[in-house]
């Protein structure tokens, strides 16, 4: 993967530490929406959701040499295997907060797949695993997060689309004529500014507010792995690691997919430094220890990578501030309370910008590594990749199920867009260039 160093600022307290607050605060809110939904869909812990998102960003940067600036979320890519095996242990006679401790754990060996990966890479060098990884599958990938994310964008927008035109039309003005730090942050304002006219036109219910305490605990012993050691059920046990675990195949080509649209859009290698073994082995421990507390698995969070793309700055410590925030705020459900109270359009309103800022990226991949779009074989690997994708995403099904096992789009694109790249005759027809200027041949 070729990548074009990008302008950008890679120290933001250089802009004065108020400003690197609120930078941080900017990138809280960019997760917060997708981060939290996950719990609500699958019935597991918000407050502990926004502690290991906290904690697995914080192990993830110190894993990866603190040079990346990623933000670890809440995975959509399990939402079939919790779902699935809570539908399974209800039907055996269990309660659902148990069945979903069974889960967590399948979850848990699910991130030490991440490990085995990063140890083929470090074994056998990054160039040869990057082989099956060439522009003409990452780009088409990327831009597939994108569009696959949209469709969530779209129906909270359509929930109250003058809530999601002014957090739209907010973000556009402060980016695009907005002077020093109304400038870089445009997706904090789009946010306040549309929850501020929610509340104004009423459509904000702050009476549950009352009723939350201000500090609690994250999470409780029932809804940790502990729980399933109190009766262990042993078939149920390795049924739900068969099913759950090789979900991991899609999180890790998501994975890949994010560290190449993060690298694009700060004009860094992150695949070769700090090394994608290390970000696998971040995103990994991230994702197990994230399970033995009840929380979500964690991704890499495309979010996070469109306000990078928005604003600029590229300095992974702001990331950190947002993860020391989200872990402070876990302990607060007062808080957590008046979040969940976003209405649905702001959040869909700034997300549209993301997720279209994410499948912007991907596009500018395929420009700049010069993809060469007349050959037939390239036409045939990106087609597939975003047509799989985008159709299994908005069937019947939303996912391809082989057995117990459910496939997200993006995980069956992936796998069918670099099968394809590997098997297709002839070259990649593509003339890249170097950072230099230079061009050289394709592979």
Known sequence: MQITPKEGITDARQLGYPKYAVLGIQHLFAMFGATVLVPVLTGLSVSSTLLFAGIGTLVFHCVSKFKVPAFLGSSFAFLGGYLSVKTLGVEQGMNETLALDYACVG?????????????????????????????????????????????????????????????????????????????????LLGVLVSYVLAAVMGEVDFAALDDAAWIGLPFSREQTVLAVMDNLDTSFLISTII??????????????????????????????????????????????????????????????????????????????????????LSFCPKFACLIGLMPAATIGGVSLILYGMISAVGVRNLVEDGVDFNSSRNVFVAALILVIAIGVKYGADDNVSVGPIHFSGLALSALVGIILNAILPGKLGMKVKSVHGKEKPGN
Not at 112 to 118: D, K
């Open 243 to 328: 099913a759950i675990v090789p979900i991991a195949v899609a999180t890790i080509m998501e994975h890949i997919g994010d560290m190449c649209a993060i690298s694009s859009t700060v004009g860094k290698d992150f695949l070769k430094e700090p090394g994608l073994h290390r970000t696998l082995m971040g995103d990994g421990l991230a994702t197990s220890l994230a399970s033995l507390f009840g929380a979500p698995a964690n991704t890499t969070y495309g979010e996070n990578t469109g306000v990078l793309n928005l604003t600029k700055v590229f300095d992974p410590a702001v990331i950190r501030l947002a993860a020391v925030l989200a872990i402070l």
């Open 107 to 187: 979850v848990f060996f699910a991130g030490l797949c991440y490990f085995v990966m990063a140890g083929l890479i470090k074994s056998f060098g990054i160039e040869k695993i990057l082989h099956y990884f060439p522009p003409v599958v990452t780009g088409p990938m990327i831009i597939a997060i994108g569009l696959v994310l949209s469709g969530s964008a779209i129906q909270n927008c359509t929930t109250n689309w003058l809530l999601a035109i002014v957090a739209i039309v907010t973000v556009i003005c402060t980016s695009v004529y907005g002077k020093g730090i109304i400038k870089i942050i445009p997706i």
